[in-house]
C-alpha cells in the first residue's frame, strides 16, 4: 500500500474532535477589544472549560477556552451556545438585560470540538456548547473557579491568570486607557 496523505492533527496535547463533557470554570472580561477584521471596538469575554475525562500528562484536566462579543443579541454566538447550554431560550426581560454569566461557573455542559489549523499550527476549537442529557453524571470540577472582571484591574485574580490570558486583556481599551484609532472612529 503506498504512502498516503492524510489531513490529520497529530500534535501532542490538542484535545481529539468530537463531543467532550465539560464543566466551566473560567469567565474572564477581556475588556474592549478592537477588531481589524470588523473595524471597531466589542466588548468581549473568555469562557474556560475543563474536560475531566481527557486528562493531561499531569493527569489534570484539558482545559479550552472560547471567545465571545459580550452580547444577547440573537445573531450573537454567545446567545446561542447559552441557548444550547441551557436548554431553554434566553427571552425573560430580566436575562435580556443582564444574564449573571458567573451563574453558569461549575455549570456541566458537552462540548463540540474540531481541529483546524492555521499557518504554525493545528488547534482545536468549540464548535458548540451544549446541554448534558438528564441523568448523564459529569465529574465534580478538579481547577478552581475564575471569575474576572476588568473593572478590578490588576487584581489577585488577574495576577493568577495565565501571561497569554494577560496579554489578550493589555490590549483592551480600558487597560491601555487609549482611544480608538483614527480610521475606527471615521467609520461610527
Not at 441523568?135 to 497569554?164: C, F, H, R, S
Given at each position: 500500500m503506498g504512502l498516503i496523505a492524510k489531513n490529520e492533527v497529530g500534535e501532542k496535547g490538542v484535545i481529539p474532535a468530537g463531543t467532550h463533557v465539560a464543566r466551566c470554570y473560567g469567565i474572564i472580561d477581556l475588556g474592549t477589544q478592537y477588531s481589524k477584521k470588523f473595524g471597531r471596538w466589542a466588548s468581549k469575554i473568555m469562557v474556560q472549560f475543563e474536560l475531566p475525562a481527557d486528562l493531561t500528562d499531569d493527569g489534570r484536566p484539558a482545559i479550552i477556552s472560547k471567545t465571545y462579543t459580550l452580547s444577547l443579541n440573537d445573531k450573537a454566538s454567545l446567545k446561542k451556545d447559552l441557548e444550547s447550554w441551557l436548554g431553554r431560550s434566553v427571552?425573560?426581560?430580566?436575562?435580556?438585560?443582564?444574564?449573571?454569566?458567573?451563574?453558569?461557573?461549575?455549570?456541566?455542559?458537552?462540548?463540540?470540538?474540531?481541529?483546524?489549523?492555521?499557518?504554525?499550527?493545528?488547534?482545536?476549537?468549540?464548535?458548540?456548547?451544549?446541554?448534558?442529557?438528564?441523568?448523564?453524571?459529569?465529574?465534580?470540577?478538579?481547577?478552581?473557579?475564575?471569575?474576572?472582571?476588568?473593572?478590578?484591574?490588576?487584581?489577585?485574580?488577574?495576577?493568577?491568570?495565565?501571561?497569554?490570558?494577560?496579554?489578550?486583556?493589555?490590549?483592551?481599551?480600558?487597560?491601555?486607557?487609549?482611544?480608538?484609532?483614527?480610521?475606527?472612529?471615521?467609520?461610527?
Open positions: 427571552t425573560a426581560n430580566e436575562e435580556r438585560d443582564g444574564f449573571a454569566l458567573g451563574s453558569m461557573l461549575g455549570a456541566a455542559c458537552l462540548l463540540s470540538v474540531l481541529h483546524s489549523e492555521n499557518a504554525e499550527k493545528a488547534y482545536a476549537y468549540i464548535a458548540g456548547v451544549m446541554s448534558v442529557p438528564e441523568g448523564m453524571v459529569v465529574p465534580d470540577a478538579v481547577n478552581p473557579v475564575v471569575l474576572y472582571d476588568i473593572n478590578n484591574g490588576e487584581d489577585a485574580v488577574y495576577a493568577k491568570l495565565p501571561d497569554w490570558v494577560k496579554n489578550l486583556i493589555q490590549q483592551s481599551r480600558e487597560f491601555k486607557g487609549h482611544q480608538e484609532p483614527a480610521e475606527a472612529q471615521a467609520s461610527e
